[in-house]
């Protein structure tokens, strides 16, 4: 196993010059009405290649979101850099934010409150394009045309209203409205959750299908497990605001090497209730869980584990890598 200590997790990932990279991102929300300060996101980074996607996993809260919003600077970082086609973004005047917005965009969970009630489809479509300028007024018919062709909805759809359609068609209509300005970089946030399974199905296919036909990148910030397996190409694990473990999908999901993973990988249901048996049998979750710093694999955890000491990067192979609070810098 080679330990890099404090090193830059994804360091050594993709060859091509990734469309993003976010370094050390932090964002503290101040305290509040009594309540003490929270490091949503504390001292995460990664990186993402063109035309791929990284799929972020956590459990509710710890940081999924906010990780999202500080990349697309909707939140303030409190420390660290994102880099977007290699141009710093934290430190960047506010103006030339908006600008940079035509090459990141963002589809939230809830196709319900993301439209407009009282604008039409045609209007939903034609305003960034009017905000960024980047259709001739002439040929805004034709781009909208164009971009509800992109997402399989007929071009007569646009003297409609968001109400007249399904969760599924309305999803498609805020995916075109993402796609408008011709962006490199989606926020994809639960962007199925809301919407019944056979749906969940289509709107991923389709994703997927734009991302093959545009070179999109995605950030697929997802508590469906199954589901960032089929669709990333690397995954990034958060626990209380930090990355536990970073890799390739095949490497993450065959070979955890965070317990903080395999807990999260072990509360799937496997649907044949004997191989459930049989795996716990095998291996009581709890008990690896909780074994701490006697633990002999890459990482210790255990219940101390977000309390103590700094984290420590550690490599297990090729562009996969866990971060540790117990294990000795040089260990
Ligand atoms: N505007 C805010 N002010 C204060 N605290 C916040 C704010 N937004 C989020 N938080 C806190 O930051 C932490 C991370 O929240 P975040 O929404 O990023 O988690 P998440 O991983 O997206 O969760 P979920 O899976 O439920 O969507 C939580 O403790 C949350 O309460
Ligand atoms: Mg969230």
Redesign the pocket.
């Known amino acids: 196993m080679m330990v890099v200590a404090n090193a830059v997790p994804d360091a050594r990932a993709p060859a091509a010059e990734p469309v993003l990279r976010v370094r050390d991102l932090s964002v503290v929300?101040p305290p509040?009405r009594g309540a003490p300060a929270?490091r949503?996101v504390d001292g995460v980074s990664f990186e993402i290649a063109p035309g791929q996607t990284l799929g972020l996993v956590?459990?509710?809260?710890?940081?999924?979101?906010?990780?999202g919003r500080a990349i697309l600077q909707l939140q303030p970082a409190s420390g660290g850099s994102v880099q977007l086609l290699g141009r710093e973004l934290t430190t960047m005047a506010r103006g030339e934010v908006r600008r940079m917005r035509r090459h990141m965009q963002f589809v939230l969970q809830n196709p319900y409150s993301s439209l407009n009630p009282r604008m039409t489809v045609g209007r939903i479509l034609t305003e960034p394009l009017l905000v960024h300028r980047s259709v001739p007024k002439d040929r805004m018919a034709e781009r909208v045309a164009q971009l509800l062709g992109f997402v399989g909805l007929e071009p007569d759809v646009v003297q409609r209203y968001p109400h007249a359609f399904s969760g599924g068609q309305r999803q498609r209509i805020v995916i075109a409205r993402a796609l408008a300005v011709n962006p490199d970089f989606v926020v994809c946030d639960?962007p199925v959750s809301a919407l019944d399974v056979r749906t969940q199905a289509q709107i991923v296919a389709l994703l997927h299908d734009l991302q093959q036909r545009l070179g999109l990148s995605y950030l697929f910030?997802a508590?469906d497990l199954a589901m960032v397996r089929n669709v990333a190409h690397r995954v990034a694990v958060?626990f209380s605001?930090q990355v536990v473990e970073l890799g390739d999908t095949a490497q993450v999901f065959g070979q955890p090497g965070h317990p903080y993973t395999q807990a999260l990988l072990d509360a799937v249901p496997i649907p044949d209730p004997a191989r459930q048996r049989a795996k716990l049998a095998a291996s009581p979750p709890d008990v690896e869980f909780r074994r701490g710093a006697a633990a002999a694999g890459p990482c210790c955890f255990g219940e101390d584990h977000a309390r103590t000491g700094t984290p420590h990067w550690h490599w297990l192979g090729d562009g996969h890598g866990v971060s540790c609070r117990f294990r000795p810098e040089s260990g």
């Open positions: 929300f509040r929270v949503a956590g459990e509710s809260g710890s940081g999924k979101t906010t990780t639960e910030i508590h958060m605001g």
